[in-house]
C-alpha cells in the first residue's frame, strides 16, 4: 500500500449521470495529481493541485471537475461523460519542498461508461 | 521530439535473460528520473530512483546519460513475476512539478 487511496475501485455510470471519484492521503503530502490512463495509452496528466491550488489543467473537458478541499482529499466530479471516456483514473501525491521526489500512486478507478 | 520517450515493446525473453529498456527525454534540464512498474490493471509503482551515478538494486540497474539524454533500466536474471510494463518518468518543471511518464515498454518472461 502506498497511503494514496481511491474510492471506488470500479465505477459504471451513465451518460447522464453525475458521480465522484475520491482520493485521499494522509502522508502529509501537499501536491496532488489526476492521471488518466485509456487503453494501451500513456498515462495523460489531467489536473496538479499544489497546497490546494490547482496549478495546471492539461486543456481537460469541462465534464471533469476537480475539487480540492484541503491537502488530504481530491475529488473528480464527473458529469455528462462520453463512453470514451471510460478509462483508468489514477490520482498520485508527492511531498514538496524535499527535492525532486517520486509519486505515490492510488490503486485507480475504473471508469466505465455507459 | 515527445518529451519522454520508450520503446513500447514487447520484450520477449526467456527465464535467466538480461534485457534492457532506454527511454530518452527532451528537457535537459531536468533532474530526477524514476523507473515505475505497472502490472496489467495496477496501478503504476515506484521500481527505482535513476541517479546521476548510476543505481543498483538487487537484479536491477538504472543509469543515467545525461549528454545523449536518456535512462537505461536492466534487469538481469529475469523472472517470469518480473513482466510487466516499465514506466520511465521525468518530472517536467515550470509552474509545476509534473511526473510525466513514458508509454512504457512491455516485458514479457517467459519459461
Known amino acids: 500500500e502506498t497511503g494514496v487511496t481511491q474510492t471506488p475501485r470500479h465505477l459504471v455510470m451513465g451518460m447522464t449521470n453525475k458521480k465522484s471519484l475520491k482520493c485521499e492521503q494522509h502522508?502529509?503530502?501537499?501536491?496532488m495529481y489526476w492521471y488518466k490512463q485509456s487503453a494501451k495509452k500513456p498515462l495523460e496528466l489531467m489536473f496538479v493541485y499544489n497546497f490546494k491550488e490547482q496549478t495546471e489543467n492539461n486543456s481537460v473537458p469541462s465534464r471533469f471537475s476537480p475539487e480540492c478541499p484541503n491537502s488530504s482529499h481530491l475529488f473528480l466530479h464527473l458529469h455528462t461523460l462520453q463512453p470514451e471516456d471510460s478509462a483508468l483514473y489514477l490520482c498520485?501525491?508527492?511531498?514538496?519542498?524535499?527535492?525532486?521526489?517520486?509519486?505515490?500512486f492510488g490503486q485507480g478507478t475504473r471508469l466505465t461508461v455507459v | 521530439r515527445k518529451e519522454v520517450e520508450q520503446d513500447p515493446g514487447p520484450f520477449n525473453v526467456p527465464e535467466g535473460a538480461t534485457v534492457a529498456f532506454n527511454c530518452t527525454y527532451s528537457?535537459?534540464?531536468?533532474?530526477?528520473f524514476f523507473w515505475y512498474r505497472q502490472d496489467c490493471r495496477k496501478e503504476p509503482k515506484l521500481l527505482m530512483s535513476v541517479y546521476s551515478s548510476g543505481n543498483e538494486d538487487g537484479r536491477f540497474t538504472a543509469q543515467l546519460n545525461r549528454a545523449s539524454q536518456y535512462i537505461s533500466l536492466l534487469i538481469r536474471d529475469s523472472k517470469l513475476s518480473d513482466s510487466a510494463t516499465y514506466l520511465c518518468v521525468v518530472p517536467t518543471s515550470g509552474g509545476s512539478y509534473i511526473p510525466t511518464f513514458g508509454r512504457g515498454t512491455s516485458l514479457i518472461v517467459h519459461p
Open positions: 502522508l502529509g503530502h501537499n501536491a
Open positions: 498520485a501525491s508527492r511531498p514538496t519542498g524535499q527535492g525532486n521526489t517520486e509519486a505515490f
Open positions: 528537457n535537459s534540464a531536468s533532474q530526477s
